[in-house]
């Protein structure tokens, strides 16, 4: 007992106050995801769609998602990612009130887009600032940490949402607008004196493979950014079709729905720092990212495998896995190819694969299951998933070999000065926050 109670206190030990108050935010915002977990069975049951409609509102939502990725890291570069992160939080919050009263189909498809565009503000900026405030050594941690908290209020939202949905669903948009406004508010008072309210260099610069240089001429990233987009293809269907295929093939209430889905937080919340904080550099990272995603299609294709209530739990701890192995490393590769003055542009190129993917990930998934069912579906994701694994593989190798090469190229500076060591760039850390 002694021995785990330690592996915990060094997987959590070393990382700075405001990484802390970030996550904390993050909590509280997530911990009121209930609706997008259940937009594509309020549409179906609630509203009367289609599934092929219901399929066109989820990429409305994606587009909306890639927009607002794009828009948020260009931002966070001009205006810094404190300002945006409080707009997208305060705003985003709002429009859940809003969206609660659409019905028709034009006005909800608006409303779900312009939702979907605020709130992915968020990300880029809550990326970059996470890169700020992290010291070098302990990056992929400090993003772990934030994905901890986003997957312990994952595991509360849906759970929760699941028991709201049952007595009305109007109950879902109400607590998740509370909350989304409700974190805006902390991250305000916390982090308004703090010295990222405006743009500027991180307190310790790291290393980078291509400093100064755009994303979008950046060859081997645009690579990188094609094959996270097909993995978070995959990955998106838990969010997609995976809730109807509860719903429609297992005839499974939204109570039992909602606490599967939030099964797959609480897992990667007991488990992710752990399991980073033992790889740590103890193995290559295009393994464990290939890995990742390896365990992403085999989650799914295992659904196809046992037509038994047990094989939902099992495939959903396959995929957590998967997320805790693939997403940490991913996040740090970015920022490593990244400096001060392009890591909002290449934090939200980055999320944008994600937005992308919940562009296509509706539409793919309802479109294969209309036309051939779920099982097809799920062998097709399994597919996908393997090309990923393998293009990540080869781009991750030349990712970290471009990115060694120029590492010992830079060193950490505080406005300019060189830090002689990583005690003096921690004393100057905790001056600052």
């Not at 909590?27 to 259940?38: E, Q």
């Not at 409305?60 to 998602?65: D, K, R, T």
């Not at 005839?251 to 889905?261: D, F, H, S, V």
């Not at 994701?381 to 010992?408: D, P």
Request: aromatic content about 12%; glycine content about 10%.
């Amino acid at each position: 007992m002694k021995k785990i109670l330690l592996l915990y206190r060094n997987a959590y030990g070393g990382l700075s106050r405001p990484a802390w108050m970030m996550s904390l935010v993050m909590l509280i915002n997530r911990c009121g995801a209930m609706v997008t977990p259940f937009l594509g069975v309020y549409l179906i049951g609630e509203l009367g769609y289609s599934l092929k409609e219901a399929g066109a509102i989820l990429s409305i939502y994606g587009l909306g998602s890639v927009c607002g990725s794009f828009l948020g890291g260009w931002l966070t570069d001009r205006i810094g990612h404190f300002r945006v992160q409080f707009v997208a939080l305060t705003l985003g919050g709002s429009l859940y009130f809003l969206l609660l009263n659409l019905r028709q189909f034009e006005y909800l498809a608006v409303g779900v887009f312009m939702l979907s565009l605020v709130n992915d503000c968020l990300r880029p900026a809550n990326s970059a600032s996470i890169a700020h405030y992290a010291k070098p050594e302990n990056m992929t941690r400090a993003f772990s940490l934030n994905r901890m908290a986003i997957n312990l209020g994952f595991s509360v939202g849906p759970a929760l949402g699941g028991l709201l949905a049952a007595l009305s669903y109007r109950w879902l948009f109400i607590a998740d607008g509370i909350t989304c406004i409700g974190a805006g508010i902390f991250f305000y008072l916390y982090f308004r004196q703090k010295p990222s309210n405006r743009p500027q260099p991180p307190v310790q610069e790291i290393a980078t493979a291509n400093p100064g240089k755009s994303p979008y001429t950046d060859l081997l990233f645009l690579l990188f950014v094609l094959f996270c987009c097909v993995f978070a293809t995959v990955f998106f269907q838990l969010l997609s079709t995976l809730p109807l295929y509860y719903k429609q093939v297992y005839q499974l209430t939204e109570g039992k729905i909602g606490l599967l889905m939030g099964l797959n937080g609480m897992i990667v919340f007991l488990l992710e720092m752990i399991l980073v904080y033992l790889l740590g550099e103890r193995f290559p990272r295009k393994y464990v990212v290939a890995a990742g995603v390896l365990l992403v299609g085999l989650s799914f294709i295992s659904l196809n495998l046992m037509a038994h209530g047990s094989i939902l739990i099992i495939s959903m701890l396959l995929l957590s896995i998967s997320e805790i192995l693939a997403m940490p490393y991913m996040t740090t590769l970015t920022v490593e190819r990244s400096d001060a003055s392009t890591r909002g542009a290449y934090m939200g190129l980055y999320t944008i694969s994600y937005s992308a993917a919940h562009v296509v990930a509706p539409l793919l998934g309802t479109s294969i299951i209309s036309a051939f069912g779920f099982s097809t579906l799920w062998w097709t994701s399994g597919g996908l998933a393997a090309v990923a694994a393998a293009g990540l593989y080869l781009v991750v190798q030349a990712m970290e070999k471009q990115w060694k090469k120029n590492q010992h190229l830079a060193k950490p500076t505080v406005d300019g000065l060189a830090i002689g060591s990583a005690a003096g760039a921690e004393e100057v850390s905790e001056g600052l926050f």
